[in-house]
């Protein structure tokens, strides 16, 4: 599965909208981008994937490039609920090695 | 909606004893994933299990074991205990091995070797 980037920490104003960045310039064309988030001492909880297209659910929305070297998670209106490890991560669909491999995540800090 | 049931919420053990942790996958839910969290660090995966049989293995210590029963609930087995083994351990379910759908997490177990 492809390495992704993701910078270390983030701040947003409570109401805001929540951009997070996620590099994946090795992505393959078979890798989904997925996103999950951890709040603390939970267990990790999917938010959104998608392959090339734009997604949007009830929880955000995933933007991703034209060229997929890198993709976008939008909270639009973040709370302080959101406050939580935000984790982008491109894996294959189907083989062998379907596991999630969670690399070092986007600590957003939601203020009030 | 149902979701995956991890037992024990807490365990404490001491150093060299043995623990059992147990995961139930959401119904029909046929693959299992175990993972480790350190404290301050992300989640590392362990071992994965599809319809019974291990499909999976990452860097799981040779005193860990687990296995995926014929009701697809799954347990982890780990001796002789060190004290580097606390962690939180969860256990993920998804259906289909690899497949679209997201992998739901149960809320873990707190292991702590004294």
């Known amino acids: 599965d492809a390495k992704t980037t993701q910078p270390p920490s983030m701040d947003c104003a409570e109401g805001r909208a929540a951009n997070l960045p996620c590099n994946h310039s090795t992505i393959s064309g078979n890798e989904y981008v997925y996103w999950y988030r951890q709040i603390h001492s939970q267990g990790p909880q999917y938010i959104i994937h998608?392959?090339?297209n734009n997604e949007t659910n009830e929880m955000a929305s995933l933007i991703i490039t034209e060229d997929r070297k890198s993709s976008t998670l939008i909270l639009p209106h973040a709370t302080l609920r959101d406050t939580a490890v935000y984790y982008c991560?491109?894996?294959?669909?189907?083989?062998?090695?379907?596991?999630?491999?969670f690399g070092t995540g986007t600590l957003l800090a939601v203020q009030p | 909606a149902a979701g995956v049931i991890q037992s024990p919420r807490h365990l404490i053990k001491e150093k060299r004893e043995t623990a059992t942790l147990k995961c139930y996958p959401i119904p029909r839910h046929d693959t299992v994933y175990w993972y480790q969290q350190g404290p301050g660090q992300d989640p590392q995966f362990l071992i994965s299990f599809y319809e019974k049989m291990q499909s999976d293995k990452g860097s799981i210590p040779d005193r860990f074991s687990a296995q995926q029963f014929s009701d697809y609930h799954s347990e982890l087995n780990m001796s002789s205990l060190e004290l580097g083994d606390s962690a939180l351990y969860f256990c993920?379910?998804?259906?289909?091995?690899?497949?679209?759908?997201?992998?739901?997490f149960g809320s873990g177990t707190r292991l702590t070797v004294v």
């Open positions: 998608g392959l090339k």
């Open positions: 993920a379910s998804s259906r289909r091995q690899g497949g679209l759908d997201g992998y739901t």
């Open positions: 991560i491109a894996k294959g669909y189907g083989g062998a090695t379907n596991k999630l491999i």
